[in-house]
């Protein structure tokens, strides 16, 4: 098969499988990108880890562990599919280590009080849902798949961050002013989530082109706007923005300007968060490395029992 025969392929709407012959630049945009998701779904534990001994109730704790560990559960899944693209897991983490690849700017911010879990919940799973539905349909078959179950369990994810909001919108004052604050801190970086404009963002036209990404950059975060706006509205929170306003002739919201200089900086790994959060992860990695050794050797040893 030559370029011609497989974007023929893919304009036939046909999955692209791990043995199918695939030109070198979309495997390594597949491999940067499916990557990048999956050391997110990693690296984003620890923001939320931090309040799982100080939830407020038994249900709230039970619920926090439920999820983050459905986040280890999708980093297995995506280190997974892109271990079919000819990249080893030890790779992919030293490529994170060595600061090669990078993951959601997002968790670059620190989670200040309870409310946090409920904003990540909301507005983070939320605008991840909006770019993950649209991934369930692209172009190779285990990425696509793998996040159709993930999309499945980040919807409920999204429901249990906007209970906590909805719940804290109506408590006291000061429990509504935290919720607030919460919504103040994280749209701007839920909404850069997407990634940076179109006219900025050199590798959109090949992922439209393969189809490994459905709608832009620009659409996604249009779309999640629509979306998010009327729920702070049912809540009674206000869109941290004094620019949003409904545009009737585009059917849409227009927004104010993000801060690319915010967001550049927090990618180029100078963000609140960005040392503690590599170091943490380096340091779990290292203090795991007996029980990967162990893993190994039982493997080994079943693999000469049954010979």
Not at 152 to 168: L, T, V, W
Not at 237 to 247: E, G, M, R, V
Request: glycine share 8%; proline share 4%.
């Amino acid at each position: 098969m030559n370029e011609t025969k497989f974007q023929e392929r893919i304009d036939a709407e046909k999955k692209i499988e791990p043995k199918d012959w695939m030109p070198d630049a979309y495997r390594k945009h597949l491999i940067r990108q499916i990557s990048q998701h999956a050391h997110s779904e990693i690296i984003g534990m620890q923001p939320e880890g931090n309040w799982i001994t100080r939830a407020p109730s038994l249900r709230a704790k039970m619920i926090l562990l439920a999820k983050v560990q459905d986040e280890a559960g999708h980093g297995l899944y995506l280190y997974s599919a892109c271990e079919t693209l000819g990249i080893s897991r030890e790779e992919l983490v030293k490529q994170l280590h060595d600061g090669k690849a990078k993951y959601s700017s997002i968790f670059n911010y620190p989670t200040l009080s309870w409310a946090d879990m409920g904003a990540i919940g909301w507005l983070v799973d939320g605008a991840a849902i909006v770019n993950q539905v649209s991934l369930q349909r692209t172009s190779y078959g285990p990425y696509s798949r793998g996040m159709v179950k993930i999309c499945k369990e980040e919807s409920f994810h999204q429901r249990q961050g906007y209970e906590i909001m909805a719940e804290m919108a109506k408590g006291t004052p000061e429990q509504k002013a935290m919720a607030q604050d919460a919504l103040n801190r994280f749209w701007w970086p839920s909404i850069m989530m997407f990634g940076p404009q179109d006219s900025d963002s050199p590798r959109t036209g090949n992922a439209m082109k393969w189809k490994i990404k459905r709608q832009t950059n620009d659409a996604l975060r249009q779309d999640f706007i629509d979306k998010t706006v009327g729920q702070a509205e049912v809540i009674g929170l206000t869109i941290p923005d004094p620019d949003l306003k409904w545009n009737e002739e585009r059917g849409s919201y227009d927004f104010g300007e993000m801060d690319w200089d915010e967001f550049w900086n927090v990618v180029n790994g100078n963000g609140p968060c960005n040392k503690q959060r590599l170091a943490h992860h380096k340091k779990a990695h290292d203090e795991g490395e007996w029980v990967r050794n162990a893993a190994k050797a039982y493997a080994k040893k079943q693999e000469l029992v049954a010979n």
